[in-house]
Nanobody, 118 residues
Framework: QVQLQESGGGSVQAGGSLRLSCAASRATYCMGWFRQAPGKGREGVGNIKSDGTTSYSDSVKGRFTISQDNSKTALYLQMNDLKAEDTAVYYC???????????????WGQGTQVTVSS
């Protein structure tokens, strides 16, 4: 199994920045982020392959950046120019097979709350 643990969530003013981290118990082929806002379904934010290739949802392109350390066991989500609609529980995820668009990862973290206020 792969254990994932997010950190870095919190409250921030609109237009501000926040950096989320995810620690994985072992390296995988793909790591990424999902989010779920109140009253909405889970939305893929983006992911990164072991080769460094990234994919992002249109809603966060240009504002969010996913990165990973060389060990492939630490994942980051740099969130800039945050908007109220970015408020959600953010989940770290990983998988040994899938990546890119329409990603359905097998392993999940517990989630961390991000709240953006105007």
């Amino acid at each position: 199994q792969v254990q994932l643990q997010e950190s870095g969530g919190g409250s921030v003013q609109a237009g501000g920045s926040l950096r989320l981290s995810c620690a994985a118990s072992r390296a995988t082929y793909c790591m990424g982020w999902f989010r779920q806002a109140p009253g909405k379904g889970r939305e893929g934010v983006g992911n990164i392959k072991s080769d460094g290739t990234t994919s992002y949802s249109d809603s966060v392109k240009g504002r969010f950046t996913i990165s990973q350390d060389n060990s492939k066991t630490a994942l980051y989500l740099q969130m800039n120019d945050l908007k109220a609609e970015d408020t959600a529980v953010y989940y770290c995820a990983a998988d040994f097979i899938e990546c890119g668009g329409r990603w359905s990862p097998f392993y999940w973290g517990q989630g961390t709350q991000v709240t953006v206020s105007s």
